[in-house]
């Protein structure tokens, strides 16, 4: 149970155009979910919580208007990156709340190359 | 603010060998701790964690961690090393006055034959 799914695994893009990661909660309901980036050889950062139905809450430093995050639904959340630039270019993994607020399960990760 | 340090980005044991991974965390409450695995271009999984009661945690694979106030501490450990182990794994903290997950720097574990 609480598989999180996240589509597409790679993309690759050209310099200024966007790009939209979908973050499914595949057999369950999830209220909040989180985007993280992770360089290479790096943790993860938290870039931002998304609350269904609410506008998501940016970790300072993270541009909301590049990274627009949506949670329309309780089992979908996107990642948009605008405006994509080489820079941008990172792994980029979600995660779900389920029953407790500690608990997180992640997706298996979006790898983001911007040409 | 509560952060966390593992020490040592890369470990390389032997197969059959002992693993010590190291976790030393900062909070101001307590705190709800996690070990998490990553193998390469996937996310991660959840190995164990530490809420409350027993300090000694047993998780997946045949590891376990130790919470250890006094020290600060939250070691991930497992007796004898696979080459299955072979990945990065990162320890978190989480704090409900943040509401977030803080993670640690990560360890990359080798494991040789």
Not at chain 1, 71 to 75: D, F, G, I, K, P
Not at chain 2, 52 to 56: N, Q
């Given at each position: 149970g609480a598989v999180v799914s996240q589509h597409p695994s790679w993309v690759i893009c050209k310099s200024g155009t966007s790009v939209k990661i979908e973050c499914r909660s595949l057999d369950f309901q999830a209220t909040t979910m989180f985007w993280y980036r992770q360089f290479p050889k790096q943790s993860l950062m938290l870039m931002a919580t998304s609350n269904e139905g609410s506008k998501a809450t940016y970790e300072q430093g993270v541009e909301k208007d590049k990274f627009l995050i949506n949670?329309?639904?309780?089992?979908l959340s996107t990642l948009t990156v605008t405006?994509?630039?080489?820079?941008?270019s990172s792994f980029y993994i979600c995660s779900a709340r389920v029953d407790s607020p500690y608990e997180q399960h992640f997706g298996p990760g979006t790898r983001l190359t911007v040409t | 603010a509560q952060s966390v340090t593992q020490l040592g980005s890369h470990v390389s044991v032997s197969e059959g060998a002992l693993v010590l991974l190291r976790c030393n965390y900062s909070s101001s409450v307590p705190p709800y701790l996690f070990w998490y695995v990553q193998y390469p271009n996937q996310g991660l999984q959840l190995l164990l964690k530490y809420t409350?009661?027993?300090?000694?945690v047993k998780g997946i694979n045949g590891f376990e961690a130790e919470f250890k106030k006094s020290e600060t501490s939250f070691h991930l450990t497992k007796p004898s090393a696979h080459m299955s182990d072979a990945a990065e794994y990162f320890c978190a903290v989480f704090t409900g006055g943040g509401n977030k997950l803080t993670f640690g720097t990560g360890t990359q574990l080798k494991v040789e034959l």
């Open positions: 949670h329309a639904s309780l089992t405006s994509a630039h080489p820079e941008d | 409350t009661g027993a300090t000694l």
